[in-house]
């Protein structure tokens, strides 16, 4: 009974530590963070009322779960509006020497199984290690939930003596996805500048160096090399927006 009573004790505490900080994201209308610390607390909060017995206890704690429902829903809301509206933006900033952010990490909120086409736009897909960032990123769309039958990339073309290589690369990549079902459409471009990622689904992601945003291993026997999650980080930006009709590029 005791042991009950001590993980209940820290079940509230965490509890009460996550919705506090759901109230300060809400205050400083961080609202898609605040959303996400609100859905933990209540979740929290539920496994406490599992091992509450107090019945007066249980009264308030049910009082209190339904208040932040009615926040977390109004908050959802809200963000569908947004989103609906074509004014959702959500700001990400990956420090230098960061880890924890795979491509699985930073993409997977957005791939659902409405997922079909996706639209990439990257000058530098060029060099060995771009061409396996690209590899991984196209790995990352068949593994996933979503059905992706077409990605189109947009890239510069390697003048100098890369130029084979970029371009066997990209065949190798193509053909092996067109073993997976999906078509993989290239385009070149001598005066593409911008970076961005769209997918059908109203999804756009602008990540301030591309797919290329990942440090070079310390060793082939490091840990990073091949978990991305690991893997230390270059500083960039990622900004994502939601736009109810998402044109190709």
């Known amino acids: 009974m005791a042991r009950s009573g001590l993980a209940q004790d820290a079940g509230s505490t965490a509890a009460v530590t996550v ?15 605040a959303l996400v610390c609100y859905q933990e607390g209540i979740d929290l909060l ?17 009082k209190r779960i339904s208040d932040y429902m009615d926040r977390a829903e109004h908050i959802k809301k809200y963000l569908d509006q947004e989103k609906e509206a074509g004014k959702y933006h959500k700001q990400i900033k990956i420090e230098e020497n960061a880890t924890g952010f795979s491509y699985e990490s930073l993409f997977q909120e957005y791939l ?19 061409l396996y960032n690209f590899l991984r990123f196209c790995e ?16 510069s073309l390697d003048e100098g003596t890369g130029k084979e290589q970029q371009s066997s690369g990209l065949e190798e990549i ?3 996805l067109r073993n997976h079902g999906v078509h993989l459409e290239l385009e070149y471009s001598s005066s593409i500048h911008d970076r961005e990622i769209r997918f059908n689904n109203g999804w756009m992601i602008k990540i301030g160096r591309g797919l290329d945003y990942f440090k070079k291993p310390q060793s082939r026997f490091s840990l990073g090399y091949c978990d991305f999650d690991l893997r230390p980080c270059h500083e960039t930006t990622v900004d994502i927006f939601h736009n109810k ?5």
């Open 140 to 155: 990352m769309l068949v593994k996933r939930p979503c059905k992706v039958k077409t990605i189109h990339l947009l890239t």
């Open 19 to 33: 919705i506090k900080r759901a109230l300060e994201l809400e205050a400083e209308s961080r609202y898609p963070q």
């Open 174 to 176: 193509k053909q092996s």
């Open 46 to 62: 539920l496994q406490v009322l599992k091992g509450t017995k107090d019945e007066t206890k249980k009264c308030n704690l049910r």
């Open 245 to 249: 009709h998402t044109k190709k590029i």
């Open 112 to 130: 659902s199984e409405t997922v079909t086409e996706v639209w990439i736009e990257d000058p530098y897909i060029r060099h060995t290690h771009q």
